[in-house]
C-alpha cells in the first residue's frame, strides 16, 4: 500500500510539473544542483564519522538529506530529462521512467533513510548516525548502479 501511495504521488508531482511546462534543461539543473547539495551534506557527516564528531555540523547536514529527500524531487523527472543538460550532460538513464514499482521502491526507501538519519542525527549517537548513513548510502548506491550513467 505504502509504495503504490507513493507511485501515485511521484506520478501527481511529475503531472503537475510537467502542467507547469518546466524546460527540460532546467528540470535537469534542479535535481543535479539537489543532488550535488545532499552529496554535499554526505561528505560533511562522513568527515564527522571519520574525524572529530560535532553534533550541531551533522544535525544541519542530515537536516538538508531530509528535506531535500522530501522535497517532491520525483517532479524533476519530466519527460524527455533522461537526455539533454543541465549544468553538465544528465547521467539518468532511460530505465528510470520505465521502472515504476521499483524506482518506487527505491525512492521510499531513500525518504525513509532520509528521515530516519535525519532523526538519529539529533541523538548525537556517533555511533548511530554511522549505521544510519551506511543505509542511507546503500540506497543512494541501489539507484546509481541501476539509473546512472557510469563516468
Given at each position: 500500500?505504502?509504495?503504490?501511495l507513493?507511485?501515485?504521488l511521484?506520478?501527481t508531482a511529475?503531472?503537475?510539473t510537467?502542467h507547469a511546462?518546466?524546460?527540460?534543461?532546467?528540470?535537469?539543473?534542479?535535481?543535479?544542483?539537489a543532488?550535488?547539495t545532499?552529496?554535499w551534506?554526505?561528505?560533511?557527516i562522513?568527515?564527522?564519522i571519520?574525524?572529530?564528531?560535532?553534533?550541531?555540523?551533522v544535525?544541519?547536514?542530515?537536516n538538508?538529506?531530509?528535506a531535500?529527500a522530501?522535497?517532491?524531487?520525483?517532479?524533476?523527472y519530466?519527460?524527455?530529462s533522461d537526455?539533454?543538460?543541465?549544468?553538465?550532460?544528465?547521467?539518468?538513464?532511460?530505465?528510470?521512467?520505465?521502472?515504476?514499482?521499483?524506482?518506487?521502491?527505491?525512492?521510499?526507501d531513500f525518504?525513509a533513510?532520509?528521515?530516519?538519519?535525519?532523526?538519529?542525527?539529533?541523538?548525537?549517537?556517533?555511533?548511530?548516525v554511522k549505521?544510519?548513513?551506511?543505509k542511507?548510502?546503500?540506497?543512494?548506491?541501489?539507484?546509481?548502479?541501476?539509473?546512472?550513467?557510469?563516468?
Open positions: 500500500m505504502k509504495s503504490k507513493l507511485l501515485a511521484i506520478a511529475t503531472v503537475t510537467a511546462q518546466v524546460k527540460v534543461e532546467d528540470a535537469i539543473k534542479w535535481r543535479q544542483s543532488y550535488a545532499m552529496g551534506s554526505m561528505s560533511r562522513k568527515a564527522n571519520d574525524g572529530t564528531y560535532n553534533k550541531d555540523d544535525i544541519k547536514a542530515a538538508v538529506i531530509q531535500i522530501n522535497s517532491g524531487m520525483g517532479a524533476l519530466v519527460p524527455g537526455k539533454g543538460k543541465g549544468w553538465v550532460d544528465t547521467r539518468v538513464q532511460p530505465a528510470l521512467f520505465t521502472d515504476g514499482p521499483k524506482v518506487g521502491k527505491i525512492a521510499g525518504n533513510a532520509a528521515n530516519e538519519l535525519a532523526k538519529v542525527a539529533a541523538t548525537g549517537n556517533a555511533g548511530a549505521d544510519a548513513f551506511g542511507l548510502g546503500g540506497t543512494c548506491k541501489s539507484c546509481h548502479d541501476d539509473y546512472r550513467t557510469k563516468q
